[in-house]
Structure formats: structure tokens, C-alpha cells
């Protein structure tokens, strides 16, 4: 089956960001399909090319790698600098990745994907032209999550925003999301059918039994308690809450704090940090993810955090499964579904979002409890090679395709 995704933030294996889709689309070609990627050269993350510089066909290189092949198109660069700029970020791909799926052939699936919602209306654009089914996959609630945190204030982009929004769910053949708290949401916006196949990891990338001491003596980490941040630097990640639980940790020299990624927000994080005087704290840069697992490795515990933001509790983060994959103790300032998941296998500690003093009373809790932080590692990988790896979806999403492929258009 070839199957066209069209993916602006798409990331390979051996970049920075998330790279769920390439590791799916890997695991697809080893059974045999083949997959065209449309993407963008601009990293997601950071907001800088990715060193290979492409222009629009005829003249459109590609790479491809076990039956995989990735195009990137021309997409604006500025998208950093404001909303507005990343709304024109969004438009160029939305044109460029068009122009580059129509000169892909012999397409039997479409997959668009979002955020950002706009490449959704291209991907069903082609899927029409194509005569091919549409598969929508929704990553998060685009737009009501920039609602919430702010980020798109504008009631007439709003209207718009949320008409593409319900005309994409009631156009899909299927919508796919990756987080039951997701389902309610696009049934209700329009959506037809809807299927889960949830975040995951590959627990093949991380060993739980490493030190991670290679990593601890390339950033004079030894003998620290590593409490590691591993994403994104932006608005939604509310890392001025783990600033704050910092200071309050400061009597304790044993601990450090490790946020590793980049974004928007990192400069001013920084910043705070140094007018703070935090010497507990280390700011990192983002590793491909195929240096990941000795990053993760060198972690006593793994922090993930969002603002407390009540669409929040719908989401599945793709790094509370690499976290647990590594075998590392979660301490999770997210509510709702993922609570759930990591409090079922006893996998990590929840702390209510927003609160710096019970994120420091985590952590400290667990500098002083190692044998619970182990055990809790150990709960994690267990339950992602037994419910949430890479191998065992990407034989759901086989499955899911070839449904798709099959049923009448």
C-alpha cells in the first residue's frame, strides 16, 4: 500500500522533536507498504532548518531510507517570532505541500495530521483529487488548545478555525487520535468514526538498566539526583513552575534539575533562572532522538508538566512513554487520562499541576525513597512493552490502514 502522509512538524529518528511518525512509517515499510512524507525543512522545535535545503518542484529532492521517502518542501522560516508569523508558516506549507503531493502517484491512503490543522485541508484536498480515502489524525484539539493557553485570542480566527476544524472531522473517512480523552471532543465537532491508536515508545531505543554516566560526565552531572525535563520550551509547558520548585529545592545540593529541548519560551527561562540564582538547575539542548536513551539513562526521575489547563487532562504525552520506556520514575504535574495510566501501573508520582511546592516535595520524596523510584521504573517499561510499544501499534495502524484502504469510498 503507498500511503501519502502530510506532516509540516514531522521529525526523523535522528533529529530532535517528536518522532512517532517515523518510527511508525519504519515499521510500516518492514511489512511492506511504501510511505511519501511531505514535510517541512524547518525544525518544529527549534525554528531552524534542518541543513538540507529543498525548493518547490520540479526540482524537489527526497531521501529515503527502508522503503520511507521524505520530502520537504518550502515552508516560511520566521514562524518564531509571533503568532502571526507562524500563521504564514503554516499557509506556505499548506500551498508548497500541496504542490508537492500532487506530483506524488499512485496514492491508496491519505494521512493528514494536526497541529497545525491547515495541512489537514490540504491532505483532503489531494485524498479527493487522489480518489483515496482521508485519514485525519488528530495529535491534540487544535484550536480549543491555543484558546486555552492564550495563544489565539482573535474571535473571527477563532470562527474560522473551528469551521476547518468540524469541516475536516465530518470529511474524514476516519479520524484517528492519539489519546482516549480525545474521542468526546471530535464526536461531538463532527467526526464520524473515530479509532484510538495511542502514543507509545520503543523500548528497544532505551535501556533501563544503563547509569547513563557517559551523559552525567559530558555535563559534570556525577553524583547528582537528575530530575530531567526532556520537550519542548513553550508556553503549554509551564516550566516556570519547575523554576520555582528549583529554589525551593536549593538546601538540597544533591539534586539537580536538567531541562533538555528547546523552544520559544527557553530564552526567558534562562533568564529567570540566572536572575533566580538556581545553581540547581541546567538548561540542555535538544538531542536527536536516537541519542535520547543515554539522556534518559542518566535520570533518577522524569518530569512532565503542563499548565493547569482543564483540556490538558485529554492528552497522551508522547514523553511520559519515553520516560517510562527508560525505566524511569514519572513525576507527572498532568491531570486527567494520563494520571490515570501512570497511577494504574504505579509507574510514577502525580503532583497537581501548577504547584511548585508539591513538585519539590516529589522530588525530594523520591531522592529520599530510591528503592520506590526504582520500583516505579521498572512498573513503567513493564506496562509500555506489554501495552504501548512502537511494534504493537504500528501493527494496530497497519491494520487500521488497510480497513481504510478497503472500505468503499
Given amino acids: 500500500m503507498h500511503i ?15 518522532t512517532r511518525h517515523h518510527e511508525l512509517a519504519l515499521r510500516l515499510a518492514e511489512r511492506g507498504h511504501r510511505l511519501t512524507i511531505i514535510a517541512s525543512p524547518i525544525s518544529y522545535l527549534t525554528g531552524k532548518a534542518r541543513g538540507r535545503t529543498e525548493t518547490l518542484p520540479p526540482n524537489l529532492p527526497a531521501y529515503a531510507q527502508q522503503g520511507v521517502t521524505i520530502l520537504r518542501c518550502y515552508t516560511y522560516s520566521a514562524w518564531h517570532r509571533s503568532f502571526f508569523h507562524r500563521l504564514i508558516s503554516f499557509f506556505s506549507f499548506m500551498l508548497s505541500s ?41 495529535r491534540d484539539l487544535w484550536p480549543a488548545f491555543a484558546v486555552g493557553v492564550g495563544v489565539l485570542r482573535h474571535r473571527p480566527l477563532i470562527v474560522a478555525a473551528q469551521v476547518l476544524e468540524r469541516f475536516l472531522y465530518s470529511h474524514a473517512d476516519l479520524v484517528l487520535v492519539n489519546s482516549p480523552g480525545f474521542i468526546a471532543h471530535v464526536q461531538a465537532h463532527g467526526a464520524r468514526q473515530v479509532t484510538l491508536l495511542p502514543n507509545g515508545s520503543d523500548p528497544a531505543m532505551f535501556d533501563p538498566d544503563s547509569s547513563g554516566n557517559e551523559f552525567r560526565r559530558a555535563h559534570n552531572l556525577e553524583g547528582k539526583f537528575i530530575a530531567l525535563y526532556a520537550g519542548a520550551h513553550g508556553l503549554s509547558n509551564d516550566l516556570n513552575t519547575v523554576l520555582d520548585a528549583a529554589a525551593i529545592l536549593q538546601a538540597r545540593p544533591e539534586i539537580a534539575l536538567v531541562l533538555l529541548g528547546d523552544g520559544k519560551e527557553k530564552p526567558a527561562l534562562m533568564e529567570r533562572a540566572a536572575h533566580m540564582g ?10 536527536p532522538k536516537l541519542e535520547m536513551g543515554q539522556a534518559l539513562a542518566a535520570a533518577n526521575a522524569c518530569i512532565a508538566i503542563l499548565k493547569p489547563i482543564e483540556l490538558y487532562k485529554t492528552v497522551y504525552p508522547n514523553k511520559v512513554f519515553d520516560y517510562m ?28 499541576p501548577g504547584d511548585a511546592q508539591r513538585l519539590a516535595e516529589a522530588i525530594a520524596w523520591l531522592v529520599d525513597n530510591p528503592q520506590a523510584a526504582q520500583t516505579m521504573g521498572r512498573n513503567g517499561r513493564k506496562t509500555v512493552e506489554e501495552r504501548f510499544s512502537r511494534d504493537k501499534l504500528a501493527e494496530q495502524l497497519a491494520g487500521i490502514l488497510d480497513s481504510l484502504r478497503r472500505k468503499p469510498q
Fill in 325 to 352: 520506556a527508560a525505566g524511569r520514575a514519572v513525576i507527572l504535574a498532568i491531570d486527567g487520562v494520563i494520571r490515570e495510566v501512570v497511577e494504574g501501573c504505579q509507574a510514577g508520582v502525580f503532583v497537581p
Fill in 4 to 18: 501519502l502522509l502530510i506532516h509540516q512538524a514531522f521529525a526523523s529518528i535522528d533529529e530532535a522533536g517528536g
Fill in 278 to 287: 538556581l545553581q540547581n538547575v541546567r538548561f540542555l539542548p535538544p538531542l
Fill in 98 to 138: 500541496f504542490m508537492s503531493g500532487m506530483r506524488v502517484k499512485q496514492v491508496e491512503v491519505v494521512w493528514g495530521t494536526s497541529p497545525p490543522i491547515f495541512q489537514g485541508l490540504t491532505a483532503w484536498a489531494l485524498a479527493r483529487l487522489k480518489g483515496a480515502p482521508f485519514l485525519f489524525e488528530v
